[in-house]
Antibody, heavy 117, light 108 residues
Framework: QVQLVQSGAEVKKPGASMKVSCKAS????????ITWVRQAPGQGLEWMGW????????NYAQKLQGRVTMTTDTSTSTAYMELRSLRSDDTAIYYC??????????WGQGTLVTVSS | EIVLTQSPGTLSLSPGERATLSCRAS???????LGWYQQKPGQAPRLLIY???GRAIGIPDRFSGSGSGTDFTLTISRLEPEDFAVYFC?????????FGQGTKVEIK
């Protein structure tokens, strides 16, 4: 079955960068896209962007343009999300999710990133 | 961007009752690409419904989705104890993908 396993929790200082990994298994990695979603403490869900695992095409949320980069490594079936110039309001749980044929999302377990001085 | 407004914010019901959750879009959702997710504390969201009315694999048939265009509904026919959670709708018909703010279904 589809499984997405994310890297562990991180603590970062303001201004630093973060990079979360998302290792996929149980399906042909290059046949689907990966989307990233974050959830600030006690808040709703915010879409960050999407990457095609087939050709690397990306579509980022305008709010994060210039600070976010999504990549994939097809040799290891792993997706990555890097966010730079971190601020306190970037503190959140970051989720990756596989985008199915009908747009349905299969989620990773989430990675808590805390930005604090 | 499409704004999704969920109502009510909180639904207080007893096990066995019927739950009706609404998700209204600020403009028409392309291809009715609207999903519903359940989230419990400390857990990742879980897909229930895709494309407005398609039930995901393994989801009990007490969950059903309906609607099109700008008005969508998630119905839980008879609430089980494990159904008390937060429910989000999400549109993926146009970029940016957006989520509703959530409806909490709590035990009355």
């Amino acid at each position: 079955q589809v499984q997405l396993v994310q890297s562990g929790a991180e603590v970062k200082k303001p201004g630093a960068s973060m990079k979360v990994s998302c290792k996929a298994s149980g399906y042909p990695f290059t046949g689907y896209g990966i989307t990233w979603v974050r959830q600030a403490p006690g808040q709703g869900l915010e879409w960050m962007g999407w990457i095609s695992a087939y050709n690397g095409a990306t579509n980022y949320a305008q709010k994060l343009q210039g600070r976010v980069t999504m990549t994939t490594d097809t040799s290891t079936s792993t997706a990555y999300m890097e966010l730079r110039s971190l601020r306190s309001d970037d503190t959140a749980i970051y989720y990756c999710a596989r985008v199915g044929g009908f747009g349905e999302l299969s989620w990773g377990q989430g990675t808590l990133v805390t930005v604090s001085s | 961007e499409i704004v999704l407004t969920q109502s009510p914010g909180t639904l207080s019901l007893s096990p066995g009752e019927r739950a009706t959750l609404s998700c209204r879009a600020s403009q028409s959702v392309s291809n009715d690409y609207l999903g519903w997710y359940q989230q419990k504390p400390g857990q990742a969201p879980r897909l229930l419904i895709y494309a407005a009315s398609g039930r995901a694999i393994g989801i009990p048939d007490r969950f059903s989705g309906s609607g099109s265009g700008t008005d969508f509904t998630l119905t839980i026919s008879r609430l089980e104890p494990e159904d008390f959670a937060v429910y989000f709708c999400q549109q993926y018909g146009s970029s940016p993908w957006t989520f509703g703010q959530g409806t909490k279904v709590e035990i009355k």
